[in-house]
């Protein structure tokens, strides 16, 4: 398929250890964004790329979260030492910035469903 | 701070007309997305206002006030499928989304 997609789907993890997530936005999308999902609520913004370039990371709760896209296509988000609290879906849409007819549509992955015990 | 305000849950009868109201205040405004998400699942687009009024898309509607800070959803016909979450988000003066809690919607036959 031509859509975005993210693996894992599921990822348990100890607190404490690293875990890693990927995404693979729509070929040829310029914005790739990150956003946090908790039961029940809307995705809250983490972070987001133009290309390789991460132009605002403003909603990353921490340090230990970091995230890169140093090709500008694919992207991992690493969260370092996970707590309890990061338990969440985590979701990446990635946009054709510029579209003139639908300029800020987002396109989503199912995103990676983390449960830190 | 920045508000998006919208029914935790709804419900409705397969069929009918539900409209899903949605109110904000955010620091500058450049649109406002209505997206479905089924449980489980990415949400998905339905539509993008940024002037005021109706824009119709099949038996999807929304509206947009921008001076009530006021949009709604509009479904006709609705069928089973129709049940899910809908968010409502808001692009601000920095092109960030800022997202509603969503609604639950339940559609009863």
């Known amino acids: 398929g031509a859509g975005v997609s993210q693996s894992p789907r599921y990822k348990v993890a100890k607190r404490g250890q690293d875990v890693a997530l990927r995404c693979d936005p729509i070929?040829?999308?310029?914005?790739l964004f990150w956003y946090q999902q908790a039961l029940g609520q809307g995705p809250e913004f983490l972070t987001y790329?133009?290309?390789?370039?991460?132009?605002?990371k403003s909603g990353l709760p921490s340090d230990r979260f970091f995230a890169e896209r140093p090709e500008g296509s694919v992207s991992t988000l690493k969260i370092q030492r996970t707590q309890q609290e990061d338990s969440a879906v985590y979701l990446c849409?990635?946009?054709?910035?510029?579209?003139?007819?639908?300029?800020?549509?987002?396109?989503f992955g199912p995103g990676t469903r983390l449960t830190v015990t | 701070g920045q508000n998006i305000d919208q029914p935790t849950e709804m419900t409705a009868t397969e069929g009918a007309i539900v409209q899903i109201n949605c109110t904000y205040q955010?620091?500058?405004?450049?649109?406002l997305f209505w997206y479905q998400q089924h449980a489980g699942e990415a949400p998905t687009f339905l539509s993008y206002?940024?002037l005021d009024g109706l824009e119709e898309k099949g038996r999807f509607s929304s509206f947009l006030s921008r001076s009530k800070g006021y949009s709604y959803l509009l479904l006709k016909e609705l069928q089973m499928k129709d049940s899910a979450s809908y968010l409502c988000a808001v692009l601000d003066s920095n092109y960030q989304l800022i997202w509603g809690a969503g609604t639950k919607l339940i559609i009863k036959p």
């Open positions: 955010t620091s500058g405004f450049n649109g």
């Open positions: 790329f133009q290309n390789e370039a991460q132009l605002d």
């Open positions: 206002n940024v």
């Open positions: 070929s040829g999308h310029v914005s």
């Open positions: 849409a990635s946009s054709l910035a510029g579209e003139l007819s639908k300029p800020y549509e987002q396109y």
